[in-house]
């Protein structure tokens, strides 16, 4: 599966920011989908997933109640979007989207990355 990430940028703090993610095609068979993020210095970290059938979801603490992770599925693609609100700098990142097959622990197909900076 390939992955396309895109909608990061700039935003002051407090701002918000979509990002989105887009695989294409008509067969997709990933078991779930998520954003991951890597801050300078630092590891990298789930964000947010959601699984592939029933949408559950699964935030990372320091976003919980401020960003959110939703599906679409058309025709030729399905696009995972991150809405991301009450931004802080500490949201300052390179975020990552990520599909995880089935049979799989890890997520094992990765997008490039898409900056997102938090001026204060």
């Known amino acids: 599966v390939q992955l396309q990430a895109c909608g990061g940028g700039l935003v002051q703090t407090g701002g918000s920011l979509r990002l989105s993610c887009v695989a294409p095609g008509r067969t997709f068979t990933s078991a779930a989908l998520a954003w991951f993020r890597q801050a300078p210095g630092k590891e990298r970290e789930l964000v947010a997933s959601i699984s592939w059938i029933g949408d559950h979801t699964l935030y990372g603490y320091s976003v919980k109640g401020r960003f959110t992770i939703a599906k679409h599925q058309a025709e030729n693609m399905v696009t995972v979007d991150l809405q991301m609100n009450n931004l802080q700098p500490e949201d300052t990142a390179v975020y990552y989207c990520?599909?995880?097959?089935?049979?799989?622990?890890?997520?094992?197909?990765w997008g490039q990355g898409t900056l997102v900076t938090v001026s204060s």
């Open positions: 990520a599909a995880r097959s089935y049979g799989r622990t890890t997520f094992n197909n």
